[in-house]
């Protein structure tokens, strides 16, 4: 069947983003194992959908700050793909010259402030991209993802009142992705979710099933309207699941294996590719070369990577301190 080329957008844009992440982390999933790449590796398998449906909601000088998972999120934002995966093998062509690594890459020229190894860290440094928008008359947006663990941190409560007494247009979005590390956060609290948690603060909350970039979409997209007409800051929880461990590595024996299988067959783009075949939203045969387009541009961005110089030694005393 013929696709006509307006039908092709929205659902079929969505996966076709969502492979790029999925490819993208396999990749440097495969790259860690065989030690080509330094540092740790936190992969977002499994979570493609909360990155591209909340990034598709936003303008490209709205804001976000994320996590130590946070490749997909800065992808899904428009980070350049050779450059993210160069600042992963720490070359000079990074998107942070190769200073930052996975759990610190950033690009604020994109609106992407960056990953960070502390939980919680995300959610004061976007409430403060929040208050500047305010204070420079600006009507951007920021978005904090976190995941629940961080909502038993203090800077969770701190940077939530503060954002609602301000009226600050942020979004807070928390990944829900069942453990906290090695924890099942349902072990963590006595409360049931997150989403809940926002109306003691007076900010409106919304839970919504992040295996599905469709829901996502529609829910981030009417919780950034929200915040851009100057209404305050909102709470999103997506309930999704990591495929991988905390870390590369990490041997996953406190995930029931019945619990890893059911998630997997909600996979976010089995979900998305059931439903743009159910509506004959592509050709036979074009999401498959969606995917296949992907792991080519990725296998690209690899090249490059290890095409690249490494920093040179004076570089290293350089970018740490603002004029």
Same mark, same amino acid.
């Given at each position: 069947?013929?696709?006509?080329?307006? *039908?092709?957008?929205?659902?079929?844009?969505?996966?076709?983003?969502?492979?790029?992440?999925?490819?993208?982390?396999?990749?440097?999933?495969?790259?860690?194992?065989g030690s080509e790449i330094p540092g740790f590796i936190h992969t977002?398998?499994?979570? *493609?959908? /909360?990155?591209?449906? /909340?990034?598709?909601?936003?303008?490209?000088?709205?804001? +976000?700050?994320?996590?130590?998972?946070?490749?997909?999120?800065?992808?899904?934002?428009?980070?350049?793909?050779?450059?993210?995966?160069?600042?992963?093998?720490?070359?000079?062509?990074?998107?942070c010259k190769g200073k930052g690594g996975s759990m610190h890459i950033?690009?604020?020229?994109?609106?992407?402030?960056? $990953?960070?190894?502390?939980?919680?860290?995300?959610?004061?440094?976007?409430?403060?991209?929040?208050?500047?928008?305010?204070?420079?008359?600006?009507?951007?947006?920021? #978005?904090?993802?976190?995941?629940?663990?961080?909502?038993?941190?203090?800077?969770?409560?701190?940077?939530?009142?503060? $954002?609602? +007494?301000?009226?600050?247009?942020?979004?807070? /979005?928390?990944?829900?992705?069942?453990?906290?590390?090695?924890?099942?956060?349902?072990?963590?609290?006595?409360?049931?979710?997150?989403?809940?948690?926002?109306?003691?603060?007076?900010?409106?909350?919304?839970?919504?099933?992040?295996?599905?970039? *469709?829901?996502?979409?529609?829910?981030?997209?009417?919780?950034?309207d929200f915040c851009r007409a100057g209404d305050g800051p909102r709470?999103?929880?997506?309930?999704?699941?990591?495929?991988?461990?905390?870390?590369?590595?990490?041997?996953?024996?406190?995930?029931?294996?019945?619990?890893?299988?059911?998630?997997?067959?909600?996979?976010?783009? +089995?979900?998305?590719?059931?439903?743009?075949?159910?509506?004959?939203?592509?050709?036979?045969?074009?999401?498959?070369?969606?995917?296949?387009?992907?792991?080519?541009? #990725?296998?690209?961005?690899?090249?490059?990577?290890?095409?690249?110089?490494?920093?040179?030694?004076?570089?290293? $005393?350089?970018?740490?301190?603002?004029?």
């Open positions: 069947m013929a696709v006509e080329a307006h *039908e092709r957008t929205g659902l079929v844009e969505l996966f076709a983003r969502m492979c790029l992440i999925r490819a993208f982390e396999q990749r440097v999933s495969s790259l860690y194992r977002s398998l499994g979570q *493609e959908a /909360v990155a591209v449906g /909340v990034c598709a909601a936003l303008r490209d000088d709205d804001w +976000i700050a994320t996590t130590h998972r946070g490749h997909g999120h800065c992808l899904a934002k428009g980070a350049d793909l050779d450059a993210a995966m160069a600042e992963l093998f720490g070359k000079a062509t990074g998107l950033a690009d604020p020229r994109k609106g992407i402030l960056g $990953a960070n190894a502390i939980v919680g860290a995300s959610l004061p440094l976007a409430t403060g991209a929040a208050l500047s928008s305010r204070l420079l008359g600006r009507d951007g947006v920021s #978005v904090a993802f976190f995941g629940e663990g961080a909502v038993n941190q203090g800077t969770f409560h701190e940077s939530v009142n503060l $954002a609602a +007494i301000w009226q600050l247009p942020v979004l807070f /979005v928390c990944e829900n992705n069942r453990y906290a590390e090695f924890t099942d956060s349902s072990t963590m609290s006595r409360r049931e979710g997150v989403a809940g948690v926002g109306p003691a603060y007076g900010v409106p909350g919304a839970l919504v099933d992040g295996n599905d970039v *469709e829901a996502v979409f529609a829910a981030a997209q009417e919780a950034v709470l999103l929880e997506a309930e999704t699941y990591r495929w991988q461990g905390h870390y590369e590595g990490d041997p996953q024996r406190y995930k029931p294996a019945e619990e890893a299988e059911a998630w997997r067959r909600r996979d976010p783009l +089995i979900v998305a590719r059931g439903r743009i075949e159910a509506e004959g939203l592509a050709a036979d045969g074009e999401l498959d070369a969606l995917l296949s387009d992907a792991e080519a541009r #990725v296998a690209r961005a690899e090249e490059f990577a290890r095409s690249s110089p490494y920093p040179d030694l004076d570089e290293i $005393a350089r970018d740490v301190y603002g004029d």
